[in-house]
Every structure is written in structure tokens, then in C-alpha cells.
């Protein structure tokens, strides 16, 4: 679970390994809107690490597979659409128009576009004998 020492690495919440912190401001008001750790280069190194061992597996899934994983993707995001824009006014200061269609909904049409030119794409493509 998300606390403020922690962070997202390879699909769980762990505990970072600084102990300090970074206030994030409203821009607007200067007000304080949450903490997050400060991470080290070890917390960075575990990352890599975890995108590493995640691509190994990925590299292994079909076109189609994924697909489905952007699609899911697209369907959270979507689901979070609200919560986001919020999050983006208080954080970066941005219009909540432009939270909404730029940064928030924009993503998901994105996903929705990668995953269909993901299935569309032929990734093969034979010249005679031999495949490029």
C-alpha cells in the first residue's frame, strides 16, 4: 500500500531506502498538497532492476497479449480520469480544461491507438526466403 515512504517498483509498494522526503506545492498557492520519498540511487538501481527482469517476460508475449495489456491500461487510466485531473490542477497548477482533455484524456486515446496499431502491425515480413 502507498505510504510516504514508499515507492512503485516491479508491481509492488516498498519502502524506499532514503529517509528523506519532498514536499509538493501547489504552484498557485504555495500550499503543501503530500510528500513523497526522495529516492537514492540505490531505490533507482532496484527500479532498473525490476524493468529488466519485467522485459524479459514481455518480450515473450504476442501482439495480441500486448494489446490486452495496453487496453487494461487505457480502461484504469480511464476510470482515474477524475481523480487525475484533480491531482494535475493542484499539482502542476494547470487549467482544469486543459487537466482534463490534454493530460488526463489525452493518455487514453494514446493506449487506445498503441494498442490497435499493436494487433495492425505486421512486426514480420517475408522477402522470399527470408524474414525482415
Do not use: K
Not at 504555495?30 to 517476460?57: F, K, N, Q, Y
Not at 490542477?89 to 482534463?100: H, M, N
Request: hydrophobic letters at 35%; glycine letters at 6%; proline letters at 8%.
Amino acid at each position: 500500500m502507498y505510504s510516504r515512504d514508499t515507492i512503485y517498483v516491479g508491481g509492488c509498494w516498498v519502502p524506499s531506502t532514503g529517509r528523506d522526503t519532498i514536499v509538493v506545492e501547489n504552484p498557485a498557492t504555495e500550499a503543501p498538497i503530500g510528500e513523497v520519498p526522495a529516492c537514492t540511487a540505490e531505490d533507482v538501481d532496484h527500479a532498473v532492476d525490476a524493468a529488466r527482469g519485467a522485459l524479459t517476460s514481455w518480450r515473450r508475449t504476442s501482439p495480441t497479449e500486448r494489446a490486452a495489456v495496453l487496453r487494461r491500461l487505457r480502461d484504469e487510466l480511464r476510470a482515474r480520469v477524475p481523480a487525475l485531473v484533480d491531482t494535475i490542477v493542484d499539482e502542476l497548477g494547470a487549467p482544469r480544461r486543459i487537466a482534463q482533455r490534454i493530460q488526463a484524456e489525452l493518455p487514453v486515446t494514446v493506449l487506445d491507438g498503441y494498442a490497435d496499431l499493436t494487433e495492425q502491425h505486421p512486426f514480420e515480413d517475408r522477402i522470399g526466403n527470408t524474414p525482415c
